[in-house]
């Protein structure tokens, strides 16, 4: 082949490889990526944790409004499928790995007579198993008694917790009564600032030369003086 022919065919490869380099620079200048500002898609954040938000409770809630619409059939049910591996219902029976529930309710912590309760349940010794009781109880054993033996997790849906609290109470020849639903436990009443326990409580310091109130010593007439004339009666108060 002749000198002259292969020089062209070099020549012709790199004339068109600048000018596929310079067809490129020239595509660059003139087309410029443009980001766009906001994305096509919008991702929300997961909540940083421990963050604001609706606080769980943090224990049961009330028990005694839901007692008088309770379901028994529904609460031997559940009591039937997942309490049955550890007690029995029926009257006089034998205790399981927990104690018999039959007179459960209203009857004492250790109701069953010989039964072999775990020092967490000792200390419930005499109380009764009121219904308040039970839902903090079946609520959550372990919160309830620390220490217990039942290795029950806990019921935590109220209907549910007040259904078996209604079968546990017809488990009973009387049977304890209901609870009215409107029912309020209002917490005692704190005494007045300042108030006296009682007739002797001690009064505060007044100011030298003020009067004593009537019946505090030393609240008679000076000595060598006759007695002040007693007060006049209260006006009778407006009908």
């Known amino acids: 082949m002749d000198s002259m022919e292969v020089n062209k065919g070099i020549a012709a490869i790199l004339i068109a490889g600048i000018l596929f380099f310079l067809t490129g620079l020239i595509g660059d200048s003139l087309v410029r990526e443009r980001l766009p500002e906001k994305p096509a898609l919008a991702i929300a954040a997961a909540?940083?944790?421990?963050?604001?938000?609706?606080?769980?409770?943090?224990?049961?809630?009330?028990?005694?409004?839901?007692l008088a619409s309770a379901n028994?059939?529904?609460?031997?049910?559940?009591?039937?499928?997942?309490?049955?591996?550890?007690?029995?219902?029926?009257?006089?029976?034998?205790?399981?790995?927990?104690?018999?529930?039959y007179g459960v309710v209203g009857g004492p912590h250790d109701h069953e007579e010989g039964f072999n309760y775990s020092p967490a349940m000792q200390k419930f010794k005499g109380q009764p198993w009121t219904f308040d009781a039970l839902n903090q109880w079946l609520y959550k054993p372990s919160a309830y008694a620390q220490g217990t033996r039942m290795s029950?997790?806990?019921?935590?849906?109220?209907?549910?917790?007040?259904?078996?609290?209604?079968?546990?109470?017809?488990?009973?020849?009387?049977?304890?009564?209901l609870p009215s639903p409107q029912e309020a436990k209002a917490p005692a009443a704190?005494?007045?600032?300042?108030?006296?326990?009682?007739?002797?409580?001690?009064?505060?310091?007044?100011?030298?030369?003020?009067?004593?109130?009537a019946g505090a010593p030393g609240s008679g007439p000076p000595a060598g003086g006759s007695a002040s004339a007693p007060a006049a009666p209260p006006a009778a108060p407006k009908q």
């Open 190 to 213: 704190a005494p007045a600032p300042g108030a006296a326990a009682g007739t002797g409580a001690p009064q505060p310091n007044a100011p030298e030369g003020s009067p004593k109130p």
């Open 47 to 66: 909540p940083a944790a421990g963050g604001g938000g609706e606080a769980k409770p943090a224990g049961p809630g009330p028990i005694e409004p839901l």
């Open 152 to 177: 029950f997790a806990g019921i935590t849906s109220d209907k549910q917790r007040a259904d078996v609290i209604a079968y546990l109470r017809s488990l009973s020849d009387s049977p304890v009564p």
């Open 72 to 101: 028994v059939q529904d609460g031997e049910q559940y009591a039937k499928k997942v309490c049955v591996a550890c007690h029995t219902f029926n009257k006089g029976g034998k205790p399981g790995v927990g104690p018999n529930l």
